[in-house]
């Protein structure tokens, strides 16, 4: 468990590390920065760098909790990586469904695979299923979620790359916005951000805008409209 400074969640679980890149979203994956740094400080979890890895001694951490938490699984790799097996997903989330009283956050970016192993998961309420859509070249991972068991189902468009003028938000509770920060990020223009919004309005779905990026993000900040969008789906706690 570590204590994280994304905006839409509290905790991070990684119960896998490591990763390869996929899409254009990847390009300057945050999860491959910080593993080669945290493998050069000698973190042992880190010691693969960003060669995925099955962390077993991970798995129950989650029991270990002592009040409600909002929980975002694996944000150092992804949990429906093609070399992670079905059953290793398995035992994850039948931690998940062991502990209602969290809500656990998966986004990836493996929607094919994910859609494959639906039917062989248990989806308790506690369990937010997202994928990223950075352009519309991804809107196909949008069409997979939506045909699996999640009981909330949600997209990251960050880093938003392009204008999702096609997205369709039938069966979508929650979409997370933001543009790319770093040394050299690409730029999101503002209309890309509205027209996405205004389809959150006119959907009824929730919408967070978690920063606009740029090489400075802190000033660019993260209102829009003359306010922030903090919204979320209901938290239900179950015990
Ligand atoms: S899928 Fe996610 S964790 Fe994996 S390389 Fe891409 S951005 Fe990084």
């Known amino acids: 468990m570590a204590q994280t400074k994304i905006e839409w969640t509290e905790l ?82 039948s931690v998940m469904n062991d502990n209602p009283q969290h809500v656990f956050q998966i986004l990836t970016k493996r929607a094919d695979i994910l859609l494959e192993y639906h039917k062989q998961l248990k989806w308790t309420h506690n369990i937010w299923m997202g994928v990223s859509v950075e352009n519309e070249k991804e809107l196909w991972r949008v069409d997979l979620l939506r045909k699996t068991k999640a009981k909330t189902k949600f997209l990251s468009c960050e880093p938003l790359l392009g204008p999702l003028t096609k997205l369709k938000l039938k069966n979508i509770d929650w979409v997370i916005v933001g543009g790319e920060s770093g040394r050299k990020p690409r730029p999101m223009k503002e209309e890309w951000v509205f027209e996405i919004f205004e389809k959150c309005e006119k959907a009824n779905v929730k919408f967070f805008f978690k920063q606009w990026g740029g090489t400075n993000k802190k000033k660019t900040g993260r209102i829009l409209n003359g306010r922030t969008y903090d919204d979320m789906p209901e938290v239900q706690i179950l015990f």
């Open 12 to 93: 991070t679980w990684n119960p896998t590390t490591g990763c390869n890149k996929v899409s254009q979203g990847c390009k300057f994956c945050y999860a491959e920065v910080m593993a080669k740094r945290l493998k050069a400080m000698g973190q042992p979890k880190y010691e693969n760098g960003f060669k995925l890895t099955l962390h077993e001694s991970a798995l129950n951490i989650p029991y270990t909790w002592k009040t409600p938490k909002i929980v975002f699984v694996n944000s150092m790799s992804d949990l429906f990586h093609k070399n992670i097996p079905l059953e290793f997903i398995q035992r994850v989330f």
